[in-house]
């Protein structure tokens, strides 16, 4: 048999990257907020009133979006919003 040198299918397929420098899995800190829904608005955008009464606009998830729930205006909705950009949120569940 002839010696692998990493490249195809078998050997050890050595990469660029060095051991132990895979990067850190990013921690999720949303800010978790209820509100009521305003308005429908296209692209499955909604404007939404917060708690604290400020208006934001918010995208639905993908798991809302992949199993079809439907929000009509005066539903109250969970949001994360990210600490970055306060103006913009993600619906992530309807009571």
Known sequence: MYKSRGR?????G???ATPGTEAAPATKDFLVVKGIIEENL???S????????HSILCHLSGKLRKNRI???PGDEVQ???SPYDLTKG?????F
């Open 70 to 72: 439907r929000l009509t």
């Open 42 to 44: 296209p692209a499955t």
């Open 14 to 16: 050595r990469s660029g």
């Open 79 to 81: 949001i994360e919003i």
């Open 46 to 53: 909604f404007r939404v009133k917060l708690e604290n009464g």
């Open 90 to 94: 993600r619906i992530t569940y309807r």
């Open 8 to 12: 195809g299918r078998g050997g050890k």
